[in-house]
């Protein structure tokens, strides 16, 4: 069974950092890519950003909202994804949900269960 | 950026009734549309790809259609357990990676 994992979520103040953390188990890890996507308190769902697999360079996409402020990683050997998250804002405050990638080109078959971020004084 | 729009916002159906579920984007993505359900305190999961195939586990009253811009989720004859937000993202332009504001399906 597939299963995602999201950890590392809380409150932190504005400016300050924070890491995600996903662990993946079920599925050979290192054979897709994997996405970070956010739902903010009573909205929609954003893409923010990809990891490809190592067959596709492992390289990294983000949205525009976040692009030079978070960071995707990935460790194959430990199936864990990442997202860094630096200079937070009071409007990254959401539900940050791990999702696995079908493809490219990539929808999302698997989702995590999510992790609440807070971002507020 | 392709912006994918939703409609309506919100759908009051009876249980036992079709519902029928639009989505637009603002520049073709062919057949690279995928839905998703999600209810409320979980995470979204994956109904149809490739705009019209199942996911797996999916019950056959799910169908997708349409190609291009136009986009259409029905759920033939509604089940106490599919009310809930559905969304539509395309997957053909990227990045980013982009969904639709979400249709409510409530009950009337």
């Known amino acids: 069974e597939v299963q995602l994992v999201e950890s590392g979520g809380g409150l932190v103040q504005p400016g300050r950092s924070l890491r995600l953390s996903c662990t993946g188990s079920?599925?050979?890890?290192?054979?897709?890519?994997m996405s970070w996507c956010r739902q903010a308190p009573g909205k929609g769902l954003e893409w923010i950003g990809f990891?490809?697999?190592?067959?596709?360079?492992?390289?990294?996409e983000y949205a525009a909202s976040v692009k030079g402020r978070f960071t995707i990683s990935r460790d194959d050997s430990t199936s864990i994804a990442y997202l860094q998250m630096n200079s937070l804002k009071t409007e990254d405050t959401a539900v940050y949900f791990c999702?696995?990638?079908?493809?490219?080109?990539?929808?999302?078959?698997?989702w995590g269960q999510g992790t609440l971020v807070t971002v507020s004084s | 950026e392709i912006v994918m729009t939703q409609s309506p916002a919100t759908l009051s159906v009876s249980p036992g009734e079709r519902a029928t579920l639009s989505c637009r984007a603002s520049?073709?993505?062919?057949?690279?549309l995928a839905w998703y359900q999600q209810k409320p305190g979980q995470a979204p999961r994956l109904l149809i790809y490739?705009?019209?195939t199942r996911a797996t586990g999916i019950p056959a009253r799910f169908s997708g259609s349409g190609s291009g811009t136009e986009f259409t989720l029905t759920i033939s004859s509604l089940q106490s357990e599919d009310f809930a937000v559905y969304y539509c993202?395309?997957?053909?332009?990227?990045?980013?990676?982009?969904f639709g504001g979400g249709t409510k399906v409530e009950i009337k």
């Open positions: 490739g705009a019209f």
């Open positions: 520049q073709s993505v062919g057949s690279n």
């Open positions: 993202q395309q997957y053909n332009n990227w990045p980013p990676l982009t």
């Open positions: 990891i490809r697999s190592r067959l596709y360079g492992g390289t990294t």
């Open positions: 999702t696995r990638n079908w493809g490219p080109p990539y929808y999302f078959d698997y």
């Open positions: 079920g599925f050979t890890f290192g054979d897709y890519a």
